[in-house]
């Protein structure tokens, strides 16, 4: 019997069709079955329904007059507040065409027509049951403040925690992301499975992009981490000594020579013979591992930007 079905407790769900016999059918076996029922004969009148009461699940037909469920549905997926909500689309075109249609539009199910009571609220139940279970835990990731998204595998956003959106608002390039136009660096870098993360630079600040795993129907989470980006570290003598090992003697004249001075200029500087510069520098070049100038300057510069790079 209908009644002895699965149902979820307390389930609300909108059906959407033009036709009176179809909305009939399925009023009667839904509230049989101990759901709450909302009607619409209408995209529009759909959409004004949701926006006074959010159901658990709608049955949506994807042909009708006006605006139609195709439509319908993407409407419904751009807005916060009603994109969570599993649509089941309902037809009688079984084209691949239109399923894709479907799917494209944002539905996460279909039947066929004529409908087949049993089918329906089988899944009915599952997907109002899968789409509480991810509301929950989506509101146990929004009380943690942890900033987690999930992403189609084309870069398009399905899901946001609230510590997420507020972090991208900071970011001018996250207002294309809101509008399903995924920046062309995190549509790449989710191409290349091997990438575990992915670090974006935006004026003071460095983002963060971590994978977290990915589920059945293709979507990926994503941890977003902000911190400050690391200053310029120009090459004082103290960072000098510090990075290459040299005395603060040593890395005082090696300054100077990465400012392009002669060695009598870093006498001048430093109070020192030209032939104590000179000693100097051999002691800088053999721990250093190089022979000229030039190259003792270059390998400073490449063990500061490892270390700005390791930050």
């Known amino acids: ?20 016999e179809n909305l009939s059918l399925l009023h009667t076996m839904l509230e049989q079955a101990g759901y709450t029922v909302l009607v619409a004969t209408d995209g529009q009148t759909a959409l004004e329904r949701v926006a006074k009461f959010t159901p658990d699940a709608i049955l949506l037909d994807a042909l009708m007059p006006g605006l139609n469920g195709f439509e319908t549905c993407r409407l419904l997926k751009t807005n916060p507040l009603t994109q969570y909500i599993p649509v089941i689309f309902m037809t009688g075109l079984t084209e691949s065409e239109y399923v894709v249609n479907g799917f494209e539009a944002g539905g996460v199910d279909y039947v066929t027509k004529p409908i087949r009571p049993s089918e329906v609220l089988a899944r009915l139940a599952t997907h109002i049951k899968n789409s509480r279970l991810a509301s929950q835990n989506r509101q146990a990731i929004d009380a943690a403040k942890v900033a987690i998204l999930a992403v189609s595998q084309t ?12 972090l991208l608002a900071h970011y001018d390039w996250a207002a294309s992301w809101q509008n399903n136009e995924p920046p062309l ?8 499975p091997e990438l575990e993360s992915l670090t974006l630079n935006w004026q003071d600040q460095r983002l963060i992009l971590s994978k977290l795993g990915g589920t059945n129907d293709g979507t990926q989470l994503i941890l977003l981490k902000e911190i400050d980006a690391p200053k310029d570290m120009t090459p004082t003598p103290e ?8 005395t603060h003697r040593e890395a005082e004249v090696i300054h100077w020579v990465t400012l392009g001075k002669t060695n009598r200029d870093i006498g001048e500087i430093l109070e020192l ?9 051999e002691h800088i070049f053999t721990k250093l591992g190089v022979e000229t100038r030039t190259a003792a300057a270059s390998m400073i510069a490449s063990k500061i930007r490892q270390r700005v790079d390791a930050i």
Request: net charge neutral; aromatic share 6%; glycine share 4%.
């Open 185 to 192: 660096e995190i549509f790449n870098w989710l191409q290349q």
């Open 1 to 20: 019997m209908i009644s002895s079905l699965p149902n979820p407790h307390n389930a609300v769900v909108l059906i959407v069709d033009d036709a009176p």
């Open 155 to 166: 870069g398009k956003l399905r899901w946001q925690t609230d510590a997420a959106m507020h």
């Open 239 to 246: 960072l000098i000594m510090q990075i290459c090992g040299l």
């Open 273 to 281: 013979s030209p032939r104590t510069v000179n000693k100097h520098l």
